[in-house]
Structure formats: structure tokens, C-alpha cells
């Protein structure tokens, strides 16, 4: 079983910055896509940024610019650098990892979440 943990949350003013991280108890190699979602308070939630297995990134309109998705391969840990962080941010982050097997079914596989709350 995939263990994802992730870290780094907490509170922040706004203009702050913040950078999360999410250890995998497997290789990050393994999957093809992962990913940092959110879900703000009484919202679904919703993508935050993807790398894929060859390094290709993707982020949603909300935070380009203002976020960076990076991954160290041999730490098997995925990061979010969070920069000029507004209230809208808040939310709780999860980290994903996801594999499409053999017979085209999708493994997803998420963290505990973790607090990220951009506050005065």
C-alpha cells in the first residue's frame, strides 16, 4: 500500500509564501501523474497543479504564475512552492498520486491533507 504524507501547512499572511511537501513510502517513478489538490472551506475539492511522469506540468489558472510544482526523484517526495498567497488559497491541501494499470483502470491513491490558512 502507498503511503503519502504530506507537510509544510500552516498560517501565513497575505503576500506570504509556503512550501509544501509529499513524501512517498513507494517511488515517485512508479505513478503517472501526481498532483496537489485543495478543498476550500464548504467547496469541493479541486486541482491545484500536476507533474507527470516525464515532467510535464500543469496548473490551474488560479495560482500559474504564483505556484511551482517540483519533485526530487531520488527523495521520492513532490513539492508545492506557494508564493503571493492570497485568502482565497486557504484550504486544506492534499497530495495525489495516480497510476493507470494494465487494463486502463486508475489507481489514485491521496494524503491526509494538510492546513493551509493566509490570513491577517
Known amino acids: 500500500q502507498v503511503q503519502l504524507v504530506e507537510s509544510g501547512g500552516g498560517l501565513v499572511q497575505p503576500g506570504g509564501s509556503l512550501t509544501l511537501s509529499c513524501a512517498s513510502s513507494r517511488s515517485i517513478l512508479s505513478f503517472d501523474t501526481m498532483g496537489w489538490y485543495r478543498q476550500p472551506p464548504g467547496k469541493q475539492r479541486e486541482l491545484v497543479a500536476t507533474?507527470?511522469?516525464?515532467?510535464?506540468?500543469n496548473y490551474a489558472d488560479s495560482v500559474k504564475g504564483r505556484f511551482t510544482i517540483s519533485r526530487d526523484n531520488a527523495k521520492n517526495t513532490m513539492y508545492l512552492q506557494m508564493n503571493s498567497l492570497k485568502p482565497e488559497d486557504t484550504a486544506v491541501y492534499y497530495c495525489n498520486a495516480r497510476k493507470v494499470v494494465v487494463d486502463a483502470r486508475i489507481l489514485d491513491y491521496w494524503g491526509q491533507g494538510t492546513q493551509v490558512t493566509v490570513s491577517s
Open positions: 507533474v507527470a511522469w516525464g515532467g510535464t506540468t
